[in-house]
T-cell receptor, first 114, second 110 residues
Framework: EAGVAQSPRYKIIEKRQSVAFWCNPISGHATLYWYQQILGQGPKLLIQFQNNGVVDDSQLPKDRFSAERLKGVDSTLKIQPAKLEDSAVYLC????????????FGPGTRLTVL | GIQVEQSPPDLILQEGANSTLRCNFSDSVNNLQWFHQNPWGQLINLFYIPSGTKQNGRLSATTVATERYSLLYISSSQTTDSGVYFCAGPPGNAGNMLTFGGGTRLMVKP
């Protein structure tokens, strides 16, 4: 069974530019999550989807970050405009159902903002 | 929100040694997971252990939900065990939103 797929694996941009990340969850997984991991810290949840609906986006900086999962399968996370402090690894995870279920993570996208 | 504390923050072992990593939660959790983040950044699932004890090869984990802690045991450590170990769990009434601890950075020397 294929795992969570993410692309690109690495991205370098200048501040004020925009960037987008893509995630394809494990087949059949209804719930999808985006996390931000700053160097030296544990991942922090940004947004959680159940199928194509947002369950929780309270930690998403909505002035610059947006995410969608239009068809309830793959998802994109966008940053516009990027700031230096957005440099981090962006991890996508999925789980079979919403409640109390094991999450599986993709390899992440390492973003560097210069 | 829930606070997750891991100890020790850093650990250096000689190959073959045993170790115990600890994870404390400030509130009850319903879905505790242990992960190993390898040097390439991939988070690898080790255990999904809301309560009780599980074993997988040289690794085992125990969660005592009523006392809000979990332990990860590594026996006969190998250099490939190096990396960062994270525990994570959601608060009891917060669905599946994982809150991560700060991690334990393990280095196993040959």
């Amino acid at each position: 069974e294929a795992g969570v797929a993410q692309s690109p694996r690495y991205k370098i941009i200048e501040k004020r530019q925009s960037v987008a990340f893509w995630c394809n969850p494990i087949s059949g997984h209804a719930t999808l999550y985006w996390y931000q991991q700053i160097l030296g810290q544990g991942p922090k949840l940004l947004i959680q989807f159940q199928n194509n609906g947002v369950v929780d986006d309270s930690q998403l900086p909505k002035d610059r970050f947006s995410a969608e999962r239009l068809k309830g399968v793959d998802s994109t996370l966008k940053i516009q405009p990027a700031k230096l402090e957005d440099s981090a690894v962006y991890l996508c995870a999925s789980s079979l159902v919403l409640s109390y279920n094991e999450q599986f993570f993709g390899p992440g996208t390492r973003l560097t903002v210069l | 929100g829930i606070q997750v504390e891991q100890s020790p923050p850093d650990l250096i072992l000689q190959e073959g040694a045993n170790s115990t990593l600890r994870c404390n939660f400030s509130d009850s959790v319903n879905n505790l997971q242990w992960f190993h983040q390898n040097p390439w950044g991939q988070l690898i699932n080790l255990f999904y252990i809301p309560s009780g004890t599980k074993q997988n090869g040289r690794l085992s984990a125990t969660t005592v939900a009523t006392e809000r802690y979990s332990l990860l045991y590594i026996s006969s450590s190998q250099t490939t065990d190096s990396g960062v170990y994270f525990c994570a769990g959601p608060p009891g009434n917060a669905g599946n939103m994982l809150t991560f601890g700060g991690g334990t950075r393990l280095m196993v020397k040959p």
